[in-house]
Every structure is written in C-alpha cells, then in structure tokens.
C-alpha cells in the first residue's frame, strides 16, 4: 500500500523535529557540563541529575531515529518509503537514486560505525534495566568524598553542605563546597568510564549522527517543498 506525500510530509516532518530536539538537549547537557559557577556548587544534585535527563533524552531520541525497525520512525523507513513512493507524488525534480542508497546506507549499524556506537550507548546505559550505567560500589566513592568534608551531609539554606563547613569563613567555605563538586563529578565520571570504555560515541560523534540526520531530511523535505530544519541553539554558546 503506497503512503500519500501528505502523510509522508507529516512523517518527515516529525522525524526532523525529534532530531533537532535531540540535538537541542544534548547541547543543554554539555552547556550545563561545561557551565561552571555558583549554582553549580550550591546545588550539585539539581544539576547533576538535570544534565543527565538532557542527556538521556538527547541520547534516546537519536537512537530512535536510528532505529531500523520497520515499526518505528526512523531514517531508514522514511528512505524506504521515498524509494517506494516518491513517483506517485506528483513531483517535478527527480530522486537521485544514488544518493538515496548511499543515504541509506549511512543510516545502519552494518555500515556507519557511529550508529553501531549509538545503540551500545543506548543498549547499556538506558534502555536495558539488566545493564546499570553505574556499579553499586559508586555508593562507596561517594561516601569517601563526603566523609573527607564531615561526618553528615546536610541542607542548609538551599545547599548541601556539613557543619563543619558552614562554619568556616565564607570565602573558604565557599571554595571547599565547590571542591566537593568537583570531586563529586569526578566519581561519576571514573565510573563511567570503567563501564562503557571506548565503545560508545562522544559529543562530537553524536552531533555528526544528528547533523547527518538532519541533512537526509532536509534533502528530501526540499524536493516536496517542506520547511528545512536548522540545527540552532539560541542562548547557547560554545
């Protein structure tokens, strides 16, 4: 059964709209990596915990985007769907068969080494319960962090931060709980990276696979006439 170039139009459209959002979150998550001042060392939890909903988010909507099931709404089916369909639609300009395989081609694990990376980044950290991003010892790390700075971690005046620390003098206090962050991010990342070693992408591999994403889209949304996708970020700069 062919699919109408209105329905195909909305297909597109969707799936271009998911990889820019994953784009825009996996930006928010490197911004509030890299962003490095006093609300970050007040609230590490607020920020921690944020940055990586960004990530995981960023991270899943690319992969599904990806994904080669024929019941899912990925690249690989709306490729397919142009190389059934396109002659029905009534267009004018031809589909460059070539670049259409070549298209789908780059959207496949068997093929694209970023894809495959992709999905093990997906597989182990997020989708699959069986596979923990984090080992229980994480818990451990932590505690060693904490007890270097006090007995107790508590709240106080919208901070987490020990007795001991809140009496000492404001400029001292203030660089010892921005040392606790620091450090505290530093377990989660030792962590990490004994987990999912160097088979998973980096951001500059991630922001390829959306680039790449997008440019298919857009190649063809061009040829029906549909508005092209821009892959910014306003009041984030690197």
């Not at 709209?17 to 825009?24: G, K, P, R």
């Not at 930006?27 to 990596?33: D, G, N, R, V």
């Not at 909903?53 to 994904?67: I, N, P, Q």
């Not at 694990?109 to 229980?136: C, G, M, W, Y």
Request: with cysteine.
């Amino acid at each position: 059964m062919n699919i109408s170039r209105e329905k195909f139009e909305s297909k597109i459209i969707e799936l271009g709209e998911s990889l820019y959002l994953s784009h825009c979150h996996l930006k928010i998550h490197e911004w509030m990596t890299h962003e490095s001042n006093k609300r970050l060392e007040e609230y590490p939890p607020f920020f921690r915990w944020s940055r990586m909903a960004h990530y995981e988010t960023g991270v899943l909507k690319l992969a599904r985007a990806y994904d080669e099931d024929k019941n899912t709404l990925g690249l690989l089916k709306i490729l397919n769907m142009i190389e059934s369909d396109y002659r029905y639609w009534g267009c004018s300009e031809p589909i460059d068969n070539q670049m259409l395989k070549q298209d789908k081609k780059s959207v496949t694990e068997e093929n694209n080494i970023l894809v495959k990376k992709l999905k093990h980044l997906r597989d182990k950290t997020i989708a699959h319960t069986d596979h923990k991003q984090f080992p229980s010892l994480i818990s451990d790390d932590l505690a060693k962090v904490y007890r270097k700075y006090g007995d107790e971690f508590i709240w106080q005046q919208g901070r987490i931060t020990t007795e001991e620390i809140e009496k000492q003098p404001p400029a001292k206090r203030d660089a010892t709980l921005h040392q606790i962050s620091e450090e505290v991010f530093q377990v989660f990342d030792n962590h990490e990276n004994k987990v999912l070693g160097k088979d998973i992408p980096v951001f500059s591999d991630l922001y390829q696979l959306t680039s790449q994403g997008v440019e298919i889209c857009n190649r063809y949304m061009q040829k029906l006439s549909v508005p092209l996708i821009e892959l910014k970020l306003e009041g984030i700069d690197f």
